[in-house]
């Protein structure tokens, strides 16, 4: 499985142009892909990160992580993801990155995601779907959700966000319409970020293999 990850990884250098700066996201598909833009670092000029852990290896191979306010609209963003579908949308945010990654997927004008095949679904949502809360509002929040849509809301205990936060993974969904509900939970107070990336589907899809297949 981590072959058809760094393959995926290694595919993406592809879309990188010489001076810029590229958003980078999270995981360990991301992390083959950093390797990668380390072997070219003089070829940019830095990187947008979407978590401490991804800051940490682009700055051990000498890539400059620049604040996200400062560098504005970005060419292209490389990320993974836990489930994508035939349209492009995922659900990310196993790594409980997904506000920062869906900060950087919106500021991008070209969204790379990277996946394995085993990430491939007809449908999402048979990964749990992780949803980002205020810790004041995880109760009320989960009651909601289930509400809703009647998945099973279950906090991933033990997890605090880069930005402080805690998250819910949602089991027993079948998303047929992504953007409906992307866009509902979004709207429940205490929401930070929900991880369907919907409304914002990834642009160019690469799933790992040999040779690598871009969709
Ligand atoms: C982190 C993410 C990751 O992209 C997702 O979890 C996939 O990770 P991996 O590449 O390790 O399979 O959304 O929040």
Known sequence: MSEAKRLAGEKAIDYVEDGMVVGVGTGSTVAYFIDALGRIRDRIAGAVSSSEQ?????????????????????????????????HKRLIKGGGAALT???????????????????????????????????????????????????????????????????????????????????????QIPGVVSVGLFARRPADVVIVGGEPPLVL
């Open 100 to 186: 920062r990654e869906k900060i950087i997927a919106e500021a991008s004008e070209t969204f790379v995601c990277i996946v394995d095949p085993a990430k491939q679904v007809p449908v999402l949502g048979r990964f749990p779907l992780p949803v980002e809360v205020i810790p004041m509002a995880r109760s009320l929040v989960a009651r909601r959700i289930l509400a809703l849509t009647g998945g099973q809301p279950v906090w991933r205990d033990g997890v605090v966000t880069d930005n402080g936060n805690w998250i819910l993974d949602v089991h027993n969904l079948a998303i047929t319409d992504p953007v409906g509900m992307e866009t509902e939970l979004n």
């Open 54 to 86: 991804s800051t940490a290896r682009l700055r051990a191979l000498g890539i400059e992580v620049l604040d996200a306010n400062a560098a504005g609209p970005l060419k292209l963003y490389v990320d993974g993801a836990d489930e994508c579908d035939p």
